[in-house]
C-alpha cells in the first residue's frame, strides 16, 4: 500500500507562516488528486485542501486565500504553504489520495503519523 509522510510542523505565532511537506511512497501512487487534511483538538479529521494530478488546487473555506497547494510533477510530493496562520489553524495535519478531484473524501482509510502545527496567540 501507499504510506504517507508529512513533515514540516512546528511552533508559530499567529500570522507566520509554515510549509508542509507530504511524501507518498510504497507502490505506484495512482489517485487522480492528493489532499491535506487537519485534525484539531477534540475535533473529527477534516478536508483542508486538495490538488488535481492535472488539475489546480482547491480549498476549505476556513483556509481559503491563506493556505496554498502544490505538488511536484512526479505526483509523489505535495506541498501546503500556510501563511496568516491563526491559533485555530492548531492541528496535526494529515495528507492522502482523494477519491476523486473536486471531492474531499480520502481515498484510503489508512494514513500517516501527520505533522503537528501549534500556532501561539
Known amino acids: 500500500q501507499v504510506q504517507f509522510v508529512e513533515s514540516g510542523g512546528g511552533l508559530v505565532q499567529s500570522g507566520g507562516s509554515l510549509r508542509l511537506t507530504c511524501v507518498a511512497s510504497g507502490r505506484t501512487f495512482s489517485a487522480p488528486a492528493m489532499g491535506w487534511y487537519r485534525q484539531r483538538p477534540g475535533e473529527e479529521r477534516e478536508f483542508v485542501a486538495g490538488?488535481?494530478?492535472?488539475?489546480?488546487?482547491y480549498y476549505a473555506n476556513s483556509v481559503l486565500n491563506r493556505f496554498a497547494a502544490s505538488k511536484d510533477n512526479d505526483w509523489h510530493t505535495m506541498y501546503l504553504q500556510m501563511n496568516s496562520l491563526k491559533p485555530e489553524d492548531t492541528a496535526v495535519y494529515y495528507c492522502n489520495g482523494l477519491k476523486s478531484y473536486g471531492l474531499t473524501d480520502a481515498a484510503n482509510d489508512y494514513w500517516g503519523q501527520g505533522t503537528r502545527v501549534t500556532v501561539s496567540s
Open positions: 490538488i488535481g494530478r492535472d488539475a489546480g488546487p
